[in-house]
């Protein structure tokens, strides 16, 4: 008579491999998803960027228009510089830099890993730029006197960016007196 574990352990070893292979193959797939997951969200993110553009582009003096933005979670929009007369040192996002914009608005991700306690020494430390030259994506709006991208609709500067925490967001685009002013209208 044969060794029972003589011949169970050929069948064992089978198991545990199979195990082990089917483990690796959906580790693989998770992973696989989040690279086209993550491309999706940013095509969403350049999709909404280019509107917003347009908008910009085609506004006429005095005029408003909305933009409703959709299912962007850990976004913001940003307007840059930042009020430069606060925020001395101040550096704006690498992309209107190298683009030699003075003025520009960018779609930053990775917005929620703040807490929200916007101050003097972060924007010093450039730690919001950072944001933006990580996960961003920018257009230029130099054309204009001023710009001012916040979520306070009578804000007078850039110090609180216009984040995504719900799933639908309306932006309003306001140009009076070569002033741009963007906002969220809750």
């Given at each position: 008579?044969?060794?029972k ?13 199979a195990?082990?292979?089917l483990?690796?193959?959906?580790y693989l797939?998770i992973?696989?998803y ?12 350049k ?8 908008i ?11 933009l409703?933005i959709?299912?962007?979670?850990d976004?913001?929009?940003?307007g ?14 690498e992309?209107?830099?190298r683009?030699k ?6 779609f930053?991700g990775?917005?929620d890993s703040?807490d ?5 020494e972060r ?16 257009f230029d709006?130099?054309?204009?006197n ?16 216009i ?24």
């Amino acid at each position: 008579m044969k060794n029972k574990k003589a011949i169970l352990m050929p069948e064992t070893l089978k198991i545990i491999i199979a195990v082990m292979c089917l483990l690796l193959l959906a580790y693989l797939s998770i992973n696989l998803y989040g690279v086209f997951a993550g491309d999706r969200e940013l095509e969403k993110v350049k999709n909404y960027a280019n509107e917003l553009e347009e908008i910009i582009e085609g506004i006429k003096e005095g005029e408003s228009d909305e933009l409703m933005i959709l299912g962007l979670n850990d976004w913001a929009i940003t307007g840059w510089p930042f009020d430069p007369g606060i925020f001395s040192g101040e550096k704006m996002p690498e992309e209107c830099i190298r683009n030699k914009w003075n003025k520009c608005i960018c779609f930053c991700g990775n917005w929620d890993s703040w807490d929200n306690s916007y101050s003097v020494e972060r924007f010093n430390r450039g730690e919001y730029k950072n944001l933006c030259d990580e996960k961003g994506v920018c257009f230029d709006t130099s054309g204009f006197n001023k710009l001012i991208v916040d979520s306070n609709k009578d804000s007078k500067d850039n110090d609180n960016p216009i984040s995504f925490k719900k799933s639908v967001v309306n932006v309003i685009v306001k140009l009076e007196n070569n002033e741009l002013r963007i906002w969220k209208n809750d």
